[in-house]
């Protein structure tokens, strides 16, 4: 029987697990295991050919006692309320782990948007954003981009949300376009996290970069960056994927020529392009590749039980959200193969949305350099925050990761109380 991942009920195990582990009584983490709330909405557009149709909208907010809700809104046609509302819980833990102060949200809206017209999008966008509007806000909870959402989305959030206000609110979502107050560094953050942490973990291993294999799921905003900064280490990209397909060369694929063909793909997609010594594969095949390193850059639950004990990469490093299930992970860690979790390895683009947020508040712009080498330094800390705990507890990357977080967060509640 196929696996039931409900990632919503997968972060509770996590939850409760690292809550046990630190010592702390139901009563004191309780209300951690609710998201602080949950709008649903219905948003009719009205189609090119005249018709109207209806999707359905979320946002949920997770928790708020660190500081405003913070989240990518993702497009997608497997969007659910479970989906959601894990994801905004892991937004939390997110933040806390790089310790930002931001609590957690997370939106998204049930649709193919490849089945849209760019009008059509632009309308879905600006009426979900009214919709949600009264929720919003840069001192109550920061949108930005998420799996099949983008810069454009971003600006036209923003506008929406500014036309209501009658004044320009840039600081009210993040990942915007540069000319509407985006921060430079952005669009490549959360790959570039990504590649800071696999630096970390190769420092801890003792490994050397050069010529590390690595196989990346995903060749997305996420994947593809960071398959382009290791390349640059020395790493030896040998696996990439994306929905289009897989491709493999044992020696190292030429990462920088696969950049230039997707762009000039029609979908940005990387099928159809060659090299020499180059083959297809299935998603399977580049899961279950013998690699140094395995990082899932694409959507939820793609290291099942079947994949995991398959898998021959010596570490996975998570660059999407929820990519390994809950069986999964028993089965990799039983194997002794060290997982990075998502909360740590993909929290690059939240950094860089938090430094973007800053520069709005401030009315004020920082060069590429010094967010790039302040990015370095939050997740350097977090790293090593996550690696000490692993070692001092005995636990997982994982654990310990869930350990740091949540240890902040109830810390917070506990100072604030609950009212009245
Ligand atoms: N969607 C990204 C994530 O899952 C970024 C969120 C943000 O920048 O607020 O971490």
Redesign the pocket.
Known sequence: MAEKCNPYENMLCNLDAAAQKLGYSLDEYISLRYPERELIVSVPVKMDDGSVKVFKGYRVQHSSSRGPC???I?YHQDVDLDEVRA?AA??TW?CAVVNIPYGGA?GGIQVDPTQLSLGELERLTRRYTSMILPILGPEKD?????VNTNAQVMGWIMDTYSMFKGYAVPGVV??KPLEVGGSLGRPEA?GRGVMFTVVELAKRLGWDLKGLKIAVQGFGNVGSVAAKLLKDKGCKIVAISDVSCGLYNPDGIDIDRVLEYKADSPNCLIKGYTEEGISTITNKQLLTMDVDVLIPSALENQIDAEIARELKAKVVVEAA?GPTTTEGDKILNERNIPVVPDILA??G??V??YFEWVQNNQMFMWDEEKINSMLERVMIEAFDGVWSMHQREKVTLRMAAYMVALDRVIKAKKIRGIFP
Do not use: Q
């Open positions: 913070k989240g990518g993702r994801l892991w937004m997110k997370k920061i949108p930005a981009p998420d993040t990942g959360t959200n993909n929290a683009g939240v860089v949305s």
